[in-house]
């Protein structure tokens, strides 16, 4: 992961004051190092230490970073002059290879692209983001090209503008899937690199628990997972059980799950691991009071919302939520007549909170069931499936996988005959 990247982390450990503020600010101060804001490593340094006074060493690196940066802005600004002017950028035409030979006649193209990336290195996301884009747009190398693209990527992340950094994810994604991309084992690693950037993303994007369950679940992605990467089942794990719509994964992910139960643990794929493989009621309880301090300390996860005096975790309430009705459903599959003060227990809530609960999916018509107030038990309503709605159901997955199929043979066949024309 990016160096710049790692920062929003550390915020997050020190909002949550799960390690010292010594420790932090060292461990931000030593990954500063490797970049060009000096300043900011500065002040750090006069926090941590209590003084205005600062190394000399970091009083150099500054001199330097200062010097370098005015070095580039030179080297690129008549580009940078050129594309900023509107009636000279209409010279400009569609075939790259014109506006390269044109360009190169008179400026320094790749003076953009470094002038870009140490802009990146010295904090001004903004700036880089704008050139990143300026210079793909005229480049034609496309290992330079797909560089500049992680840059863009990365900027757009930092600057938190989730839109436009989901649109460059899948543009990274379909050079990635590319037939031309390298090596196998240069793709798999730069899968598994998106991955990685994609959870920033995926859990502040309104649509990004969709769009890491579409995506982790693609057979490269998955396979990527398995091989090299799977501590990333704690986050689709957890975007399956928060996401009501896609309850249809669950089947897969369980399968997921079992498979690598012996390379990676943690408690919320345990928690789905006791709950639908071995119906271990209270392995599950357990399991789910852990699942929520991971949640709580996870820097994608546990992130917090003020609402007014209060600060809530939405992901966490949702998560336990939506835990406790799988706990409830697997546990009335399975019985007939439940006693609530057993359930919940099972379900770590008072009497009270589990009978008001029980009663609001009763009448949410979420639970085919009765309350016997007297006894103190939840009645479970039989129900049979008709075995038509079963041949249906399992045909809309059967239609599903036969168009998968077909895209994959169809797509290949078609591009292959594009590029014989």
Not at 117 to 137: I, M, P, T, V
Not at 173 to 187: A, T, Y
Not at 289 to 299: A, G, S, T
Request: include cysteine.
């Amino acid at each position: 992961m990016d160096r710049h990247l790692v920062f929003p982390l550390l915020e997050f450990l020190q909002e949550r004051q799960l390690y010292s503020e010594p420790e932090i600010l060292e461990a931000k101060i030593r990954l500063l190092s490797g970049t060009n804001m000096v300043d900011y490593a500065m002040d750090i340094h006069k926090s941590l230490h209590g003084t205005d006074d600062v190394p000399e060493d970091m009083v150099r690196r500054r001199a330097e970073v200062v010097s370098r940066l005015r070095s580039l802005e030179e080297a690129a600004a008549p580009l940078v002059t050129f594309l900023q002017n509107p009636q000279l950028v209409q010279e400009l035409r569609p075939d790259k290879q014109y506006n390269i030979h044109m360009l190169q006649d008179r400026y320094q193209i790749e003076a953009l692209y470094q002038y870009a990336k140490f802009q990146f290195e010295c904090g001004n996301y903004s700036g880089a983001a704008d050139y990143l884009y300026q210079y793909r747009a005229l480049c034609t190398n496309s290992e330079r090209s797909v560089s500049a693209l992680w840059g863009k990527l990365a900027a757009e992340i930092l600057m938190q503008n989730w839109d436009v950094a989901l649109e460059e994810l899948n543009r990274l994604k379909e050079i990635i899937d590319s037939k031309n991309f390298s090596s196998p084992l240069n793709q798999l690693q730069n899968r598994i690199w998106l991955m990685h950037w994609a959870l920033f993303i995926f859990f502040n994007h309104e649509n990004g628990r969709n769009g890491i369950i579409d995506l982790f679940f693609q057979d490269r992605y998955l396979n990527a997972i398995q091989t090299n990467a799977h501590h990333l089942l704690r986050y689709l794990a957890t975007a399956v059980v928060v996401n009501k719509r896609r309850r249809n994964m669950l089947k897969d992910l369980i399968k997921v799950i079992q498979q690598e139960q012996h390379s990676y643990k943690d408690p919320i794929t345990e928690f789905l691991e006791c709950l639908y493989v071995n119906y271990d009621f209270d392995g599950a309880q357990q399991k789910l009071m852990e699942c929520e301090q991971v949640i709580l300390n996870d820097p994608f996860l546990g992130k917090r919302i003020e609402e007014g005096n209060f600060v809530t975790v939405p992901l966490r309430d949702e998560f336990l939520e939506n835990a406790r009705l799988f706990i409830f459903e697997t546990y009335c599959r399975i019985h007939r007549c439940i006693d609530i003060s057993m359930l919940a227990q099972k379900l770590n809530m008072s009497y009270d909170e589990a009978e008001l609960w029980i009663m609001n999916l009763v009448r949410s018509s979420k639970l085919d069931a009765r309350i016997d107030s007297v006894s103190g038990t939840l009645i479970m309503t039989t129900n049979h499936v008709n075995v038509h709605e079963q041949i249906i159901e399992n045909l809309k997955g059967l239609n599903m996988r036969t168009y998968m199929l077909a895209k994959n043979i169809v797509e290949p066949a078609q591009a292959a005959q594009q590029a014989a024309r």
